[in-house]
């Protein structure tokens, strides 16, 4: 950054436009401001200052207005009040101004606007303008305000970095520009965030996944091992009845016993045609059951209809004549009380207009359609359960049927086993073992049918399960992925800031003790320069112990220079440095040397300084690399202050 | 100069790690003019949108394995 | 009209109930083969017993409007809301018919489960003894 110019209107003591150019060429760098105290130094300081970061140290705005220009206006006028800036960076060069208006009270005083005007714009080198979008961030970008301290330096505080009770100054300036308290914040911040996702990922459910999986399979398993055994089962039993069958056709062959066996086979069949009829007629009665709800509500429907017909008849319904009422009567080309018309004649017309006009409301229709409807439901109801009635009649007949047919068999059965021919009795035996295996076997079916359809409804749970359980895992992956990327983030940046910190603190010193040990004369009785862990700033004596007691005023004041320039130096935000009175406190032999080293410390030099300040040996030496020099005359007649070339 | 050392600070780290260090100290650089700033937030996103493309890179890489069992 | 809602409501908690109705194989334990049928004997039942349910905020879809028989469901549930209103008005608001229905299904719903898996017997049988 490189100062262009500063242009002040009606700001403090500097009524009017005024402007003053900085020197800024690599040999021709310096810019000498002289004034007597009170003429302005400390105002154009503050003026600066308040151009790039606005009021937030001045208490009162309004004493920032010239007062001259405020009393050459009329009540209820406006003062405008403003500093432009224009500064160099990076190759392109910015203008800042800030504007404050007043407006002048009954009483003589000023009113200032709640708001400052402020803008920047950016120009190109073809002379192309355009307004910076973030000014604030744009300006803390290229000089920070918790740094600028050490840029625009106010000579009076110069004590301040070298006294012992310093540290902690000496600490945030520090930790402000080498960024420590920027790593500082973000390492807290990080393990604050991965304390967070540490309890979140406590609280996810792991493994769960795992286990639904486990479960599949297992279930998936038994199902198939069911099924298995049932179609095993279901051949075996084939295989059964296929002995049966052979057994029968055995005792067929055998004279005694035909007749028995052809009469068993008889009811056999019909046996099998009773149990298909009663099945279908379970099956028939399901149908109606389903649907038989119609028949519950008796008394709502009955109501419902009462309350139809009682809106009908007090008239609450529009009696509307439906409109295929009228047509069927146009079509007949007949009159509703039954006489026929003529077409075109005045009633035909008068039935096509009322089509037209009278549509039917579709409540009205909607009325007479549902009473019709609800009217018929309880002749549905009563047919309905007559219907069932009469199926559940055939079923108790079926059941009946299919006792007697059973006890038939039953019976059949005995007879054949009990013949007294062995060889029948022997088949009729194993035949009625075989059955009763059959039996059994029907029975396991009916078991492992239950489970096969349970562990099939489980199934299918569980892969929904396993779906939910998927999504989650992703979610669970995702924080753990989160939560590792900042720990580790939080602990690159623990690990490698004691390091930094120190080498930042190395840094400082070094650079400290180069630039002061070109700026005292005593250079013989100090060793060393030290900032230690604590941050205090320091001089060693060549005994090895702390001298900073022992520094007069002045050194004392000449370290605190040091060290600040030696940030500005280190931090290489390539900015001027602009000192308000800096000599002021320090004794001749110190200003010869610092005035002979300043302008090799800085790429652009803005020195405000009274007469006194600037003798000839200071004079001397600065005079190589002064560019443009200015002298600020207070006129008394005015009571203004005029920048003036010297 | 002090930016440089910062970025070179963290070179021997996983890019992905170098990062998410950047992104959170420029944010909060931005706000180191506060006292307490509310940076959570802003940062618990720079985390999340880091996360998911890490997590998009170790999802393929362990596909990649997959096929090569 | 536009906003006539299209999908008919159950609560959460009645869901159980609708699916031990109608999930499974066998038709003497299993009776119903619908939602939308064993939805209308919830109804009937309710409004039989003249009690409603409202439900809660936590509902599903199960059947959708177009499910139910022209000739039977609709009027009946047409009536059922005439008789709760007593506003014929109500014929022409679909909402408000299903609103009704709803409240109905979610009170009649645990006298259907009650009377047909409870007691002894085939559920089919039980269900046969509650028709009227």
């Known amino acids: 950054m490189k100062f262009e110019r500063i242009t002040l209107e009606n700001f403090r003591q500097y009524f009017g436009r005024q402007r003053l150019e900085f020197a800024r060429d690599k040999q021709r760098k310096v810019t000498v ?53 224009s500064f160099l960076h990076e190759g392109e060069r910015y203008i800042v101004k800030r504007m404050r208006r007043g407006m002048k009270m009954i009483d003589g005083g000023v009113q200032p606007d709640p708001l400052d005007d402020f803008t920047m714009i950016r120009m190109h080198g073809d002379g192309q303008s355009e307004p910076v979008k973030n000014p604030i961030g744009t300006i803390n970008a290229i000089l920070p305000a918790n740094v600028r301290t050490y840029f625009l330096f106010d000579g009076e505080k110069i004590d301040d970095f070298a006294k012992p009770e310093s540290a902690k100054q000496v600490k945030e300036a520090v930790y402000l520009v080498f960024k420590l308290e920027t790593l500082e914040r973000a390492h807290r911040h990080l393990e604050i965030s991965a304390a967070d996702f540490r309890k979140e990922l406590k609280n996810t459910s792991s493994g769960e996944l795992r286990n639904l999986i486990e479960r599949d399979e297992k279930a998936r398993a038994a199902l198939e091992k069911n099924e298995k055994r049932r179609e095993e089962l279901t051949n075996v039993i084939e295989q059964i009845g296929r002995k049966i069958a052979d057994i029968e056709q055995r005792l067929r062959d055998i004279q005694n016993v035909r007749v028995l066996q052809q009469q068993r086979d008889f009811t056999e069949r ?91 409301d579709s409540l009205g229709d909607d009325v007479l359609e ?25 079923r108790t007949e079926l059941m009946g049927l299919i006792a007697d047919l059973d006890a038939e068999l039953d019976d059949l059965g005995r007879q054949l086993k009990g013949s007294p021919l062995e060889e029948v009795s022997s088949l009729e035996k194993h035949r009625q073992g075989f059955i009763a295996d059959i039996g059994s076997f029907y029975v396991e079916i009916g078991r492992l049918n239950k489970s096969i359809d349970e562990l099939t ?81 320091g001089v060693i004596d060549q005994y090895g ?77 600065l005079t190589p690399y002064i560019g443009n020099e200015y002298r600020l005359v207070f006129d008394t007649r005015t009571n203004y202050t005029k920048i003036t070339e010297a | 100069m002090i930016n440089e050392r910062l970025s070179q600070l963290f070179t021997k780290y996983d890019p992905v790690i170098q990062t998410l260090i950047s992104e959170v100290l420029t944010l909060e650089q931005a706000y180191i003019s506060m006292e307490r700033p509310h940076v959570k937030e802003q940062i618990d996103q720079i985390i999340s949108r880091l996360a998911v493309k890490e997590q998009e890179h170790i999802d393929k890489s362990e596909e990649g394995n997959r096929r090569l069992i | 009209m536009a ?76 009536a059922v809301a005439i008789a709760d209103s007593g506003d014929i008005s109500i014929l022409l608001k679909r909402n408000d018919i299903l609103s009704v229905a709803e409240e109905y299904a979610n009170a009649g719903i645990y006298d259907l489960r009650d009377g047909v898996f409870g007691g002894y017997g085939q559920p089919l049988w039980n269900l046969v003894s509650l028709i009227g």
């Open chain 1, 33 to 85: 401001i002289h004034g007597v105290n009170g003429t302005g130094k400390t105002s154009l300081f503050l003026a600066l200052n308040w151009c790039l970061y606005g009021s937030e140290y001045v208490n009162n705005v309004g004493e920032l207005i010239s007062k001259e220009a405020i009393s050459r206006i009329n009540i209820s006028d406006f003062v405008d009040m403003s500093v432009e800036l």
């Open chain 1, 270 to 360: 019909n046996l099998k045609q009773q149990r298909t009829d009663l099945d279908n007629v379970t099956n028939e009665v399901r149908e109606l059951a389903i649907s038989a709800y119609f028949t519950v509500p008796k008394a709502v429907i009955g109501r419902s209809i009462a309350i139809l017909d009682a809106k009908r008849e007090k008239g609450e319904i529009p009696s509307n004549i439906r409109r295929q009422f009228i047509e069927d009567l146009i079509v007949r080309m007949e009159c509703i009380c039954g006489r026929s018309f003529e077409d075109g004649g005045v009633q035909h017309r008068r039935l096509l207009g009322l089509i037209e006009t009278t549509l039917p």
């Open chain 1, 370 to 394: 549902i009473s019709a409807t609800l009217r018929m439901f309880e002749e549905r109801a009563t047919r309905h359960r007559a219907n069932i009635s009469q199926l559940m009649q055939r």
């Open chain 1, 457 to 537: 409804k489980d199934i299918a749970q569980l892969d929904k399960d396993i779906i939910k359980a998927k999504k989650n895992e992703q979610k669970e992956k995702l924080l753990s992925t989160k939560l590792y990327l900042t720990q580790e983030a939080a602990d690159a940046i623990k690990r490698e800031y004691q390091a930094y910190a120190d080498d930042m603190r190395a840094r400082i010193e070094a650079k400290t003790k180069e630039i002061f040990k070109r700026l005292i004369w005593k250079e013989s009785y100090f060793q060393d320069v030290r900032v230690d862990q604590d941050f205090n700033l």
């Open chain 1, 545 to 621: 112990r702390p001298a900073r007691p022992e520094l007069s005023a002045g050194e004392r004041q000449v370290l605190s220079l040091s060290f600040i320039t030696a940030m500005s130096r280190i931090s290489e935000e390539e900015a001027p440095l602009v000192m308000d009175t800096p000599f002021g406190r320090l004794s001749s032999q110190h200003r010869a040397n610092i005035t002979e080293q300043l302008p090799l410390l800085s790429d652009q030099l803005v020195l405000l300084v009274t007469d006194e300040e600037l003798r000839d040996q200071e004079r001397a030496n």
């Open chain 3, 3 to 78: 906003d006539d809602r299209d999908t008919v409501a159950i609560d959460e908690t009645a869901h159980e109930i609708y699916k031990q109705l109608t999930e499974g194989s066998n038709v003497l334990a299993v009776p119903f083969r619908t939602m939308k049928d064993v939805f209308m004997w919830a109804v009937c039942l309710g409004v039989q017993q003249g009690k409603k349910k409202s439900l809660t905020s936590k509902k599903l879809t199960v059947f959708r409007w177009a499910q139910f028989d022209q000739q039977t469901d609709i009027p009946l549930l047409k």
